[in-house]
């Protein structure tokens, strides 16, 4: 399910897209796969993430059940387990140039259907 994220904060509002995994398996693979070109997505539940067997570098945001980032980090290499207390869903990409939430940022998150 294609999802939108905004963020408002004091550098203004940003607006990312990312695709939903839902399920466990979906959840467990991630961005596991594909090239530093693929599409953001975002795992919910979801409170810690693995890096293993990953080809590149990605940013990791974690977001509570109000919006709230209650950890971000940039540029996360393969091998790694991270995890957040308090966290209901994270969003991943593959790490680029641009805009990504920080930690303490509140978002809006909003399902628009699939065509």
């Known amino acids: 399910m294609a999802q939108t994220l905004v963020c408002a904060s004091s550098d203004g509002c940003h607006e990312l897209r990312f695709r939903m995994l839902r399920t466990w398996?979906?959840?467990?693979?991630g961005l596991l796969g594909t090239d530093a070109g693929a599409e953001p997505v975002a795992l919910a539940p979801?409170?810690?993430?693995?890096?293993l067997f990953m080809r590149y570098l990605?940013?990791?945001?974690?977001v509570d059940k109000d919006g709230l980032v209650v950890l971000a980090r940039r540029g996360v290499p393969p091998?790694?387990?991270l995890a957040a207390w308090?966290?209901?869903q994270v969003l991943e990409r593959p790490m680029?140039?641009?805009?990504?939430?920080q930690?303490?940022?509140?978002?809006?998150?909003?399902?628009?259907?699939?065509?």
């Open 25 to 29: 398996r979906e959840r467990l693979v």
């Open 86 to 88: 308090g966290a209901h």
């Open 58 to 62: 990605i940013d990791v945001a974690f």
């Open 103 to 115: 930690s303490g940022a509140m978002l809006t998150i909003w399902r628009e259907e699939e065509d």
């Open 46 to 51: 979801c409170a810690s993430v693995h890096t």
């Open 79 to 81: 091998t790694r387990l």
């Open 96 to 101: 680029r140039k641009g805009w990504w939430p």
